[in-house]
């Protein structure tokens, strides 16, 4: 176990069953948890999209009752499995019961929940503008995927599904983080494995800066670089300079709104709308 100061707070790192776990004391007085993959829906190739979406539903579809808040998701570079309790056993409760959903065999229930996805997609809309950034930059590949629907709901097998689960959603790959307390009797019970590597971006070769006619309106910011305190700055104070001329002064715009996700290692992709 080794303590580390982050943000002000003491941070104890150490290890459960191979699977590096974080932990700090609880502001609140509450306990959160969640189980990260870095897996998401950039890891994906276009003939399987949303094989990483179908996993996080298949693992928590057995429609178990509990009495406290949890959820999951997918984003572009992680899936996440997280909850919420004033009782820290239900840390460990959650943590089994994704464990052991990661684990099971739902080949039964397949054909069901991608029948949900589908629906849930339908009710989402499409990736709009963002999407269609990042699919200029990146075609049909890692962050460009956004601008694609999840082809995977329509023609995805158990065995596929297995495969992926198999791969990505091992030990190596995985850390818990624990706000609160860490319940007696953890236990993580994930396949042992290393993180598999990351398929690198491949950008296309484009000229920039550039602009591209979307098909509604308003103008949309994309924006890559590298993390640091500076960017972080510098995109905020922007958004805030862009709200106050064109809300504010002129009445142009009702909102100036800003989105960021880390792309791959240290490169993220901002967007200003």
Known sequence: RVNVMYAGRIVETGVVDGVTVLRSASATGRNAAALVFRVGRFDETLPVAGVTHLVEHLTLSTGQRA???FNAEVSGRFTAFF?????PADTADFITTACRGLAGDHRQGLEQEKRILRTEAASRGGAGALGACLNERYGASGPGLAAYPEYGL???GWAEVEAWR???FTAGNAVLWISGTVPDG???????GPAPAAAPLRPLGLTLPGFAPGG????GLSLTGRLSDAASVTLDILQRRLAQMLRHERGLSYDVAQARERLDGDIFHAWLT
Request: proline share 8%.
């Open 67 to 69: 009495s406290y808040q």
């Open 83 to 87: 909850m919420e309790s004033a009782d």
């Open 154 to 156: 329509h023609r995805l």
């Open 166 to 168: 198999r791969s990505w």
């Open 186 to 192: 953890l236990r993580l019970d994930l396949p042992p």
């Open 216 to 219: 509604r309106g308003g103008i």
